[in-house]
Every structure is written in structure tokens, then in C-alpha cells.
């Protein structure tokens, strides 16, 4: 599952939810058909929870955003004011990813060390790595990147919503794959070039060694 996880993404907070909105809205009222269309990344987000088999930071971050996303979505009342919500909401990861910049604590770098050290490195060693200062500042990038994406998608929002509606549902979700997306490759050359730095300070340890 961890090899195919962008196809994964792409099927279970994309394609799923949009043929199950299409459909069960005309059967049934706009808010709740808007409520299942979500469980199917509900029931994904749950399963990659359990996939990390160690509770850690990402996780925790994972499993607690579902939880609080889901409440907001349940708690809206009406089909448009759950719109609004996520709106909200994603300004709120927006902010939050650039506090953690702010204060030097790049969020995707914690994710990252999550990462690693289920691949077996010392998270000690690692985390001391990380916080070097060429490669603090591209976390601080990458992470920049995710708050960007979260700030621009809201923005957005705002604009479909006040055009179509209930009906920015679905634009909405078309757009959160296409930026998504967007973010995702461009941060990954940010990590490949981070890589790239470690390797050439193994190297260099190696030589004068």
C-alpha cells in the first residue's frame, strides 16, 4: 500500500468521493450526501493510521486532524455551512504550518523523522541532522509549501462557494487534488536534495576518516 500511496490518495479522497456525491445527492439532501462522500477518506485516513504500526508524531497529527475534521463536518448543520467549515479549517492548517516555521520547528521536519526512523535510522542522530541549518531552512520551505497549498485552496473555496454554492463541493475537491499534487512533486525535489546533502557528508565523514 505504501508503494501505490499517491494512487491510493488520488482514488479514495478524489474518485470516491466524487461518484458517491454525484449519486447519493439525488436520493437524499446535499448535507448528508456530502457526510458519506467523506467516509470513504475516513476509512482510508483509520487504515493508514494502523499501517504505521508505531504510534509517533505523524500518526498522532493524522489520526487527530480526521478525527477534528470529522466533528466540524458533523457539527456544520447544512450542506453550504460545512463549505464554510472547511474553509476555516484549512486557513487554520495554514497558520499553524507557518507558526511551526516561525518558531523553528518546521512540522514536515517531525514528519520526516517519523519517516526515517521507521526505515530503521536513529531518530536522535537524524533529528541532529536535520537541524543543520541548509537543511532546516528547505524544511522550512517544504513546510511553507503544505501551508501555501492549504492557504491558496481556501482562497479558492471562498470564490466557488460564492459562485456555484453547494455545487463548489465537488470543484472543491477536483482542485485539493490538483494542488495537492502540484505541492507534493515540487516538495519532493526538496527532499531528494536533502538527501543528497546527507550523502555528501557521509562521504566527506568517510574520506577524512
Known amino acids: 500500500m505504501q508503494k501505490n500511496v499517491g494512487i491510493f490518495d488520488l482514488i ?7 461518484i458517491i456525491w454525484h449519486f447519493s445527492r439525488n436520493y437524499i439532501d446535499d448535507y448528508y450526501a456530502m ?16 499501517l504505521l504500526k508505531k504510534i509517533n508524531f505523524f500518526g498522532l497529527f493524522m489520526i487527530g486532524s480526521l478525527i477534528v475534521g470529522t466533528l466540524i463536518d458533523v457539527l456544520s448543520g447544512s450542506a453550504i455551512q460545512l463549505l464554510w467549515n472547511n474553509v476555516y479549517y484549512s486557513y487554520f492548517f495554514g497558520i499553524v504550518f507557518i507558526v511551526t516555521i516561525l518558531v ?12 526515517v526512523e521507521m526505515q530503521g535510522y536513529n531518530r536522535k542522530l537524524m533529528k541532529g541532522l536535520f537541524f543543520q541549518k541548509r537543511i532546516l531552512i528547505i524544511f522550512k520551505w517544504i513546510t511553507f509549501g503544505f501551508a501555501f497549498k492549504d492557504i491558496l485552496l481556501a482562497t479558492i473555496k471562498i470564490w466557488l462557494i460564492s459562485e456555484y454554492g453547494v455545487d463548489a463541493f465537488d470543484k472543491g475537491i477536483v482542485i485539493r487534488q490538483i494542488i495537492g499534487w502540484g505541492i507534493t512533486g515540487i516538495s519532493f525535489y526538496g527532499f531528494i536534495y536533502i538527501a543528497k546533502l546527507l550523502q555528501q557528508q557521509e562521504i566527506t565523514a568517510k574520506s577524512i576518516n
Open 12 to 18: 479514495f479522497y478524489g474518485v470516491f468521493p466524487l
Open 35 to 50: 457526510l458519506i462522500s467523506s467516509v470513504p477518506g475516513i476509512v482510508y485516513s483509520i487504515i493508514r493510521f494502523f
Open 104 to 115: 523553528n520547528r518546521p512540522i514536515y521536519l517531525y514528519f520526516s523523522l517519523d519517516f
